[in-house]
């Protein structure tokens, strides 16, 4: 048996080793080119200016956007960004570092659960799919706070999981480090860290009748902790601004929830395509997965089970939906999955073979899907080049692959479709994204700002941009909808940093000299309705930055 036969065969194996290893490994592809693209619009953006405000202004209590208020979020993801942005300074990848580093460290919490849990071999499969998974892989290498929001809650529901098995010698090390993550997750995304954590162990308890459990929780030390390490921010916030109350826990959480006030609305069916596209290649091994949770009737299983369907069902009751919501069940997910696969192989795992010729065929469709994209979309910006090395490593991966298959290795199988979906996920989204980048991006006009002219007011024509302060490094007037800073808008002292188009016709009339980033459509309605001539100082994809002098 050669090494990397053995190394993902053995069910023995020290866990330095396996750490290791996928550190190495999975630190590579989650870190690698990891500055290259400019902040995506809009998260991207937002969730860097608001760090990058934190630091200017000296205030890690009250965010900040654009200098305003800005209270639709908790501090967490703020806090960590800002400590990247204060060590690698203001660029891409100090603002996509944390996310990428808690996306590295979901992988590893997903081994250490796996094989405490099951054994090290589901452990290494589990990691090996999480890491590899398509939608993890590529979300957890953007500024995303639903990555931090993911590795907070797995390592709060695993230390529960861990705490409540009969035999566990550390249940108050292990029941203390759940009520901690769960304080993190609530610092992370709010009001979820208690309600999805808890419905979980409650529908955990009410399924397999393990009351007896709440004896054993810690319940008084426990909640002590959660209070100690949660509630000084929320505290601190409110008395620093008594409207944060009413805006962060109705407005942001209820009404949310409940109404379509954000208009975010999707059906309900719409996270179905989510974690099916999410988990490729694992996709197809998802009725192995269901299949072997059904028929063990493994309390450990039901649990990760009901990790998935409690988040799934929550998220798809909400009327706002947006695609990296359903993060946080990836790593259950991949626990199901490595435990299924480990156990098959132990079998015949003749009942892989059909996922496994589905799992191959879709490599060869996507190869082929990358190789046509220019052509199909006609554009010809998008880097023919990275298509095409797209395309040669699903291509490739796909008839590696199907040699593996037709001489019956199946870790080398298995190893090689988390190695193509790795690579993909690196080469594939500059790719994907090329257009909306070009489309939405200031960051080369805000650059031109920030070098050349420092001083000048800058104002965003039409609605606000979210990355345009982060690049040019200075507040920016609103000409236009407010959106999201609207709240913050009307606690505005200074009118003038928030106007509609007859007053931003009028600045630009004055002998005072303004920037302006504004959309190539409607910098020929401005030419229009102004006497004063539009000077262009330059063009990046669909926006323009002009001056009035």
Same mark, same amino acid.
């Given at each position: 048996? $050669?090494?990397?036969?053995?190394?993902?065969?053995?069910?023995?194996?020290t866990?330095?080793?396996?750490v290791?290893? !996928?550190a190495?490994?999975?630190?590579?592809?989650?870190?690698?080119?990891?500055?290259?693209?400019?902040?995506?619009? =809009?998260d991207?953006?937002?969730?860097?200016?608001?760090?990058?405000?934190m630091?200017?202004?000296?205030?890690?209590? #009250?965010?900040?956007?654009?200098?305003?208020?800005?209270?639709?979020?908790?501090?967490?993801h703020?806090?960590v960004?800002?400590?990247?942005?204060?060590?690698?300074?203001?660029?891409?990848?100090?603002?996509?570092?944390?996310?990428? &580093?808690?996306?590295?460290?979901?992988?590893?919490?997903?081994?250490?659960?796996?094989?405490?849990?099951?054994?090290?071999?589901?452990?290494l499969?589990? @990691?090996?799919?999480?890491?590899?998974?398509?939608?993890y892989l590529?979300l957890?290498?953007? $500024?995303?706070?639903?990555? #931090?929001? #993911?590795?907070?809650?797995?390592?709060?529901?695993?230390?529960?999981?861990?705490?409540?098995r009969?035999?566990?010698?550390?249940?108050g *090390?292990?029941y203390?480090?759940?009520?901690?993550?769960?304080?993190?997750?609530?610092?992370?995304?709010?009001?979820?860290? !208690?309600?999805? =954590?808890?419905?979980i162990?409650?529908?955990?308890? &009410?399924?397999t009748?393990?009351?007896r459990?709440?004896?054993?929780?810690?319940?008084?030390?426990?909640?002590?902790?959660?209070?100690?390490?949660?509630?000084?921010?929320?505290?601190?916030?409110?008395?620093?601004?008594?409207?944060?109350p009413?805006?962060?826990? !109705?407005?942001?959480?209820?009404?949310?929830?409940?109404?379509?006030?954000?208009?975010?609305?999707?059906?309900?069916?719409?996270?179905?395509?989510?974690?099916?596209?999410?988990?490729?290649?694992?996709?197809?091994f998802? =009725?192995?997965?269901?299949?072997?949770?059904?028929?063990?009737?493994?309390?450990?299983k039901l649990? *990760?089970?009901?990790?998935?369907?409690?988040?799934?069902?929550?998220?798809? @009751?909400?009327?706002?939906?947006?695609i990296?919501?359903? &993060?946080?069940?990836?790593?259950?997910?991949?626990?199901l999955?490595?435990?299924?696969?480990?156990?098959?192989?132990?079998?015949?795992?003749?009942?892989?073979?059909?996922?496994?010729?589905?799992?191959?065929?879709f490599?060869?469709?996507?190869?082929?899907?990358?190789?046509?994209y220019?052509v199909?979309?006609? $554009?010809?910006?998008?880097?023919?080049t990275? @298509?095409?090395?797209?395309?040669?490593?699903?291509?490739v991966g796909g008839?590696?692959?199907?040699?593996?298959l037709?001489?019956?290795?199946?870790?080398i199988?298995?190893?090689?479709?988390g190695?193509?979906?790795?690579?993909?996920?690196?080469?594939?989204?500059?790719v994907?994204?090329?257009?909306?980048?070009?489309?939405k991006?200031?960051?080369?006009? @805000?650059?031109?700002?920030?070098?050349?002219?420092?001083d000048?007011?800058?104002?965003?024509?039409g609605?606000?941009?979210?990355?345009?302060?982060?690049?040019?490094?200075?507040?920016?007037?609103?000409a236009?909808s407010?959106g999201?800073?609207?709240?913050?808008?009307?606690?505005?002292?200074? %009118?003038?940093?928030?106007?509609?188009? %007859?007053?931003?016709?009028?600045?630009?009339?004055s002998?005072?000299?303004?920037?302006?980033?504004?959309?190539?459509?409607?910098?020929?309605l401005l030419?229009?309705?102004v006497?004063?001539?539009?000077?262009?100082?330059?063009?990046?994809g669909?926006?323009?930055?002009?001056?009035?002098?």
């Amino acid at each position: 048996m $050669n090494p990397i036969s053995g190394f993902f065969t053995n069910k023995e194996g020290t866990a330095f080793r396996d750490v290791v290893v !996928i550190a190495a490994v999975f630190g590579f592809f989650f870190m690698i080119f990891l500055g290259c693209l400019p902040l995506r619009e =809009p998260d991207e953006g937002r969730y860097a200016e608001i760090p990058r405000e934190m630091l200017e202004r000296g205030d890690v209590i #009250t965010p900040h956007l654009n200098h305003v208020k800005y209270f639709e979020k908790p501090p967490l993801h703020y806090w960590v960004n800002a400590m990247s942005l204060s060590v690698f300074g203001r660029n891409e990848f100090a603002a996509r570092f944390p996310s990428a &580093l808690l996306g590295l460290g979901g992988v590893l919490l997903t081994y250490f659960f796996g094989r405490r849990i099951f054994g090290r071999r589901e452990g290494l499969y589990s @990691a090996m799919i999480l890491g590899s998974s398509l939608g993890y892989l590529v979300l957890g290498r953007m $500024n995303s706070i639903d990555m #931090t929001l #993911t590795f907070c809650m797995t390592a709060c529901l695993g230390f529960f999981l861990l705490a409540s098995r009969d035999d566990e010698q550390r249940k108050g *090390l292990f029941y203390h480090l759940f009520y901690l993550f769960a304080a993190l997750t609530v610092l992370a995304k709010g009001l979820i860290g !208690i309600v999805l =954590p808890g419905g979980i162990v409650f529908m955990y308890l &009410l399924f397999t009748k393990r009351w007896r459990l709440l004896r054993e929780m810690r319940l008084v030390t426990g909640s002590f902790l959660f209070f100690v390490v949660c509630a000084p921010w929320f505290v601190l916030v409110s008395l620093k601004n008594p409207e944060f109350p009413r805006f962060f826990f !109705i407005h942001e959480h209820f009404e949310r929830f409940l109404t379509k006030v954000h208009h975010r609305y999707e059906p309900p069916w719409f996270f179905i395509p989510v974690i099916l596209l999410g988990l490729i290649p694992w996709t197809f091994f998802l =009725p192995e997965a269901l299949k072997n949770t059904w028929k063990t009737r493994d309390h450990r299983k039901l649990y *990760l089970a009901l990790w998935v369907g409690v988040i799934f069902v929550f998220f798809s @009751a909400s009327s706002s939906k947006l695609i990296p919501y359903l &993060l946080p069940v990836f790593p259950a997910l991949a626990l199901l999955l490595g435990a299924a696969i480990s156990e098959a192989f132990d079998r015949d795992a003749s009942s892989l073979r059909g996922y496994f010729i589905a799992a191959v065929v879709f490599l060869f469709v996507a190869g082929a899907g990358f190789a046509l994209y220019p052509v199909m979309t006609a $554009n010809p910006k998008i880097g023919l080049t990275g @298509a095409l090395l797209t395309a040669s490593v699903f291509l490739v991966g796909g008839l590696l692959s199907l040699g593996s298959l037709l001489k019956g290795r199946r870790e080398i199988l298995f190893v090689l479709l988390g190695l193509t979906s790795c690579l993909a996920g690196i080469l594939g989204p500059p790719v994907i994204f090329a257009r909306s980048i070009e489309k939405k991006s200031t960051r080369e006009l @805000a650059y031109i700002v920030r070098d050349h002219y420092p001083d000048l007011p800058l104002v965003s024509y039409g609605h606000y941009r979210q990355d345009l302060p982060f690049y040019s490094g200075k507040r920016v007037i609103v000409a236009g909808s407010s959106g999201e800073l609207e709240f913050g808008r009307k606690l505005e002292q200074d %009118p003038g940093w928030f106007i509609d188009q %007859p007053a931003f016709y009028s600045l630009w009339e004055s002998p005072r000299q303004i920037l302006t980033v504004i959309s190539r459509n409607d910098l020929a309605l401005l030419r229009s309705v102004v006497e004063t001539p539009v000077r262009v100082i330059a063009v990046w994809g669909e926006t323009v930055l002009i001056t009035n002098k």
